[in-house]
Every structure is written in C-alpha cells, then in structure tokens.
C-alpha cells in the first residue's frame, strides 16, 4: 500500500510519517505551503524530519495564494494568532491536494496529523468532516482513495509520549514561525495542556 502523507515539520504529521514508515508503505510525504506566517521554521523542520526517516521524495505544494486570500492569524501577521487562528477550508484544501497528488503518483491512501476529535476545536478536525471527504475525494478523483488519520485516537499527551518512546525530535509546531515557539498560539497551548 502506498500513501501521501501530509506533513508540516510538526510532531503530529512527523509521528504519522514515522508510524507510516514502521508499517511499510510506500510514502509520498507532501508539505503544502498555504501561506501560513511559520513557513519557513515549518518547511525546515519537515526536509530534517523527512531525512531523518530516510524519506528523499518530499514535494512541497506551493498554494501560498491560499493565505494570501483566506486570512487568518496563521496566514496575516495583522490579525490575532489565537482568536482569528480559523482558516477555512484549510484542511480540506490539503486533502484535496493529496488526492490530486496521491491520483498522479496512484496510491492508495492520502493521511493527515488529526488528533481525537474531543480535541477539535474547528470543523475540519472531525471524524464526520474526514468521512465526508473520503466520500467526495473517491467521487471527483473517479477511485477510491482512503483518507487516513491515524492518530484520531490519540490525545496530545499520548501522541508526545509515543514520539518521545520513538526517539523523534527536532520537529516545529508554532504557528507564529519564531525561532523560539511563542507558548501562546494553539499549537503552542497543546504542549501546555496535555503536560499539564
């Protein structure tokens, strides 16, 4: 079986590529550059990440006119990186590429980092959102492509200790792109909860 494997240099993404990789697909990692503001820390961190796992095929999908539209706190430096965080279709944006991608490279199966959905906090982080795509994927692709999460199961406490127990590290999950992470954004809050 082989897969597209979304990837954004963030422990989620990397812990999915990894269990991937532990499984024996064949992975086609895809970065999408959507515009978001941490473009660069995240890029960095998916190429060492990727090397690391020994993963030589990364493509990156250049759509920054995404955010560059559709602005948000991740995308727009002028807008608040928690309160206006929502970037619609974001999700669903990625999808589609990796299907596209995943019709072109003919795999089996696009995956995404999404955690247990108790933990959405958007409605593209939920298990009916992923069904729905599966389901409208398979339609315009003319095949069956499987929409995989496979850590929607997990909580972030879980998916730490499990990326601790497979030695990985050095991975980036700040949406502010700083060099140090803010310790404020959403993705910097999930540390913070699940550790406490």
């Known amino acids: 079986m082989s897969v597209v494997t979304l990837v954004s240099g963030g422990l989620d993404s990397t812990l999915v590529a990894y269990l991937a990789k532990e499984e024996g697909l064949r992975i086609h990692p895809l970065f999408v550059d959507y515009g978001q503001r941490a473009l660069e820390r995240e890029l960095s961190a998916c190429k060492r990440a990727m090397s690391r796992l020994g993963l030589d095929n990364l493509e990156t999908a250049e759509l920054s006119g995404f955010g560059a539209l559709i602005r948000s706190g991740l995308t727009d430096p002028s807008q608040h990186i928690i309160e206006d965080a929502f ?3 974001r999700n669903m944006l990625f999808l589609l590429v990796a299907a ?3 019709h072109k490279v003919d795999a089996d199966a696009v995956s995404i980092g999404l955690l247990h959905e108790e933990t959405a906090l958007f409605p593209d982080q939920t298990s009916a959102f992923l069904k729905e795509a599966e389901s409208l ?14 850590l929607s199961l997990f909580h972030k406490d879980e998916v730490i200790a499990l990326a601790r127990m497979k030695g990985i590290e050095g991975t980036y999950s700040c949406h502010l792109g700083e060099e140090e992470p803010c310790g404020n954004c959403i993705a910097c809050n999930e540390f913070k909860i699940e550790e406490a």
């Open 100 to 102: 596209a991608y995943a």
């Open 137 to 150: 994927i398979c339609r315009i692709m003319g095949r069956e492509i499987k929409v995989l999460a496979p």
């Open 87 to 89: 970037t619609p279709g």
